[in-house]
């Protein structure tokens, strides 16, 4: 059990979010940034699973089949594409549902934060764009939400972090969908 390596693993990611949501021109929306993390259901299973290089929800996942605290945080956290799906009629089944462009800048920032988070002194721009390739045959997500997402992790890859923060301001100010 590791709650107090866990409080400043999840703060310090937080606060790197907040940093990105700012640059990326929804500061407000930042700020409200996984605040559930701090809730018992998935603040003392991540302090029980901490690692320190990757998600607690990986080892939690491993041990139990599931992840308690990953259920609950992807109900309440709009940032994340598991939060859009629902139920199609027509299909009937789940289906993925494209995501609103602000969720999509905040989980582009949640992304990059994570990433170097737990890449530290060996992150690279290309990084949050390599975890986005590793998994994206498996990733259940609207493809116009992916689409833009990875355009926007390719550009940080090729053109660093002023330049797409610039860009996703700019098209956050003009547009509101993508």
Same mark, same amino acid.
């Given at each position: 059990?590791?709650?107090?390596?866990?409080?400043?693993?999840?703060?310090?990611?937080?606060?790197?979010?907040? =940093?990105?949501? +700012?640059?990326?021109?929804?500061? *407000?929306?930042?700020?409200?940034?996984?605040?559930? @993390?701090?809730? /018992? !259901?998935?603040?003392?299973?991540?302090?029980?699973?901490?690692?320190?290089?990757?998600?607690?929800?990986?080892?939690?996942?491993?041990?139990?089949?599931?992840?308690?605290?990953?259920?609950?945080?992807? =109900?309440?956290? +709009?940032?994340?594409?598991?939060? *859009?799906?629902?139920?199609?009629?027509?299909?009937? @089944?789940?289906? /993925? !549902?494209?995501?609103?462009?602000?969720?999509?800048?905040?989980?582009?920032?949640?992304?990059?934060?994570?990433?170097?988070?737990?890449?530290?002194?060996?992150?690279?721009?290309?990084?949050?764009?390599?975890?986005?390739?590793?998994?994206?045959?498996?990733?259940?997500?609207?493809?116009?939400?992916?689409?833009?997402?990875?355009?926007?992790?390719?550009?940080?890859?090729?053109?660093?972090?002023?330049?797409?923060?610039?860009?996703?301001?700019?098209?956050?100010?003009?547009?509101?969908?993508?």
């Amino acid at each position: 059990m590791h709650p107090f390596k866990h409080f400043k693993t999840i703060t310090k990611h937080r606060h790197k979010v907040i =940093g990105h949501c +700012r640059r990326a021109g929804i500061f *407000w929306q930042g700020l409200r940034h996984d605040l559930s @993390k701090y809730a /018992p !259901v998935e603040f003392f299973k991540g302090a029980k699973y901490y690692q320190g290089m990757q998600s607690p929800n990986v080892q939690e996942r491993a041990e139990n089949g599931y992840s308690a605290a990953w259920l609950h945080h992807k =109900g309440r956290n +709009r940032h994340h594409f598991e939060y *859009w799906t629902d139920y199609h009629p027509t299909a009937r @089944k789940i289906v /993925p !549902v494209k995501m609103p462009l602000r969720y999509v800048i905040e989980m582009f920032c949640d992304r990059v934060a994570a990433s170097k988070i737990y890449q530290g002194d060996a992150y690279k721009d290309s990084d949050p764009l390599d975890y986005f390739e590793h998994g994206k045959t498996m990733r259940m997500i609207h493809p116009q939400t992916s689409d833009f997402l990875e355009r926007l992790l390719t550009m940080l890859a090729e053109k660093g972090e002023d330049e797409t923060f610039a860009y996703i301001r700019s098209y956050v100010r003009e547009n509101d969908t993508y």
